[in-house]
Nanobody, 116 residues
Framework: VQLQAYGGGVVQAGGFLTLSCAAS????????MAWYRQAPGKQRELVAT???????NYADSVKGRFTISRDNAKKMVFLQMNSLKPEDTAIYFC???????????WGQGTLVTVSS
């Protein structure tokens, strides 16, 4: 199983970006999917999660600005990011839980830079 994340880039504060992550390989079903991020000099933090039933959960810092969604048929997860702030600058990682309650597969990360 491999995850490929893409969609990062440089955007001005107040702008928007959509991250995408595609899973490939022999996958029967994906349980939860999530996005984490890691800013320079900081620990990796959870940004948003979505269950197999599409229940979502967000970090307080992104509530109301970010939206996580998934396409089960395409084995993809998305993160729509609006009203971006410089503090959103980080490497964003997608991850999925397959046959497990834990996120056991991770993508390589995509860099998001928000300029002030």
């Amino acid at each position: 199983v491999q995850l490929q994340a893409y969609g990062g880039g440089v955007v001005q504060a107040g702008g928007f970006l959509t991250l995408s992550c595609a899973a490939s390989g022999i996958i029967f079903s994906i349980n939860a999917m999530a996005w984490y991020r890691q800013a320079p000099g900081k620990q990796r933090e959870l940004v948003a999660t979505i269950t197999s039933g599409s229940t979502t959960n967000y970090a307080d810092s992104v509530k109301g600005r970010f939206t996580i969604s998934r396409d089960n048929a395409k084995k993809m997860v998305f993160l729509q990011m609006n009203s971006l702030k410089p503090e959103d600058t980080a490497i964003y990682f997608c991850c999925v839980a397959i046959g497990s309650s834990r996120y056991n597969y991770w993508g390589q990360g995509t860099l998001v830079t928000v300029s002030s």
